[in-house]
């Protein structure tokens, strides 16, 4: 990992999560949490002040040790019990079917490869438990999609790995999720940027 990559790409990140416009997504995810909670991607710790009772402990996986650091003193405060993982979400360290709960907040736009880290998240998940996600990625309009295929290699490159162009439902379902509620609100800024898929599932 470069210089860039470690050092630079964490605080811009830090700071383009704290955009005060993600906070409602992210109160709106985090409030549906019950029990033991992995949340993937955990970052900078943005969303540990927002778990409500209903949530027990959370496990906090994060393969940045820079985005870990910045969340200790979060995880630290917190209501609940969180444990720091240095991992990643194509490999999580936990056995089958022992948490309740998996939270991805714009996430799995920067995991390399999100089909096997949706398998494991669905191996981690309790038969019954749900997948909460916001995240952001492929637009429904054809020329807007285009524009993502065509911006995504250099943008990749730029903001630490994150791709405009996956469409979110699809790579979900496919790793043996049914999703039970998806909405797809926009954000305010360029149309290949601000299109979410928001939604719960369930392994099938």
Not at 7 to 20: D, E, F, G, T
Request: charged content about 20%; aromatic content about 6%; glycine content about 8%.
């Amino acid at each position: 990992m470069g210089f860039y990559q470690r050092y630079i790409v964490p605080p811009l990140i830090h700071l383009a999560m704290r955009q005060k416009q993600l906070l409602p997504f992210r109160k709106e995810i985090i409030g549906g949490a019950e029990g033991r909670v992995l949340e993937i991607g955990l970052g900078s710790g943005l969303n540990l002040p927002l778990y409500g009772a209903a949530a027990t402990s959370v496990i906090g996986l994060e393969p940045s040790p820079e985005m870990l650091r910045m969340a200790r003193p979060r995880a630290l405060a917190a209501r609940l019990p969180v444990i720091l993982l240095d991992a990643s979400a194509e490999a999580i360290p936990l056995e089958a079917k022992s948490v309740d709960t998996i939270v991805t907040t714009w996430t799995l736009c920067s995991v390399p490869n999100a089909a096997r880290a949706l398998a494991e998240m669905r191996r981690v998940l309790r038969p019954g438990g749900a997948l909460l996600f916001i995240e952001h990625g492929r637009a429904p309009e054809a020329g807007v999609a285009r524009w993502q295929d065509w911006i995504d290699p250099l943008w990749s490159k730029m903001a630490g790995g994150c791709h405009l162009n996956r469409k979110m439902d699809d790579l979900v379902t496919d790793a043996g999720f049914r999703i039970e509620r998806l909405a797809n609100p926009r954000l305010p800024g360029p149309r290949t940027h601000t299109f979410l898929y928001e939604g719960r599932a369930r392994p099938m």
